[in-house]
């Protein structure tokens, strides 16, 4: 069974800095991608960042170049998403999805979700 745990949320004030974690099982971890999304109320979801886990490629929002970085740890299946210097518009609850697709990739069927994480930035 393919599952996604996202953990690292919470709240922080701005310009500070948060890291989540995806942790992956129940699929071969090798070379998928493994997007970063989040939504916050009233609002679409959004594409954030995205890693190839088998060349650690990355794609990013043009919202949060810059500022956050994804990166994956190939051993304990898990990617990483750093923030730093985060506003309150990154309030959000943020979300790790995979797909067998290049990054970045669009949702839909195929694709496995986390649970999501809660992020709030406080002014």
């Known amino acids: 069974e393919v599952q996604l745990v996202e953990s690292g949320g919470g709240l922080v004030q701005t310009g500070g800095s948060l890291r989540l974690s995806c942790a992956a099982s129940?699929?071969?971890?090798?070379?998928?991608?493994i997007g970063w999304f989040r939504q916050a109320p009233g609002k679409e979801r959004e594409g954030v960042s995205c890693?190839?886990?088998?060349?650690?490629?990355?794609w990013y929002a043009d919202s949060v170049k810059g500022r956050f970085t994804s990166s994956r740890d190939k051993v304990l299946h898990t990617t990483y998403l750093q923030m730093t210097s985060l506003k309150p518009e990154d309030t959000a609850v943020y979300y790790c999805?995979?797909?067998?697709?290049?990054?970045?990739?669009?949702?839909?069927?195929?694709?496995?979700w986390g649970q999501g994480t809660q992020v709030t930035v406080s002014s």
């Open positions: 129940g699929f071969t971890f090798d070379d998928v991608a």
């Open positions: 890693i190839s886990t088998g060349d650690g490629g990355t």
């Open positions: 999805a995979t797909e067998a697709a290049p990054c970045p990739f669009r949702t839909g069927s195929s694709t496995y």
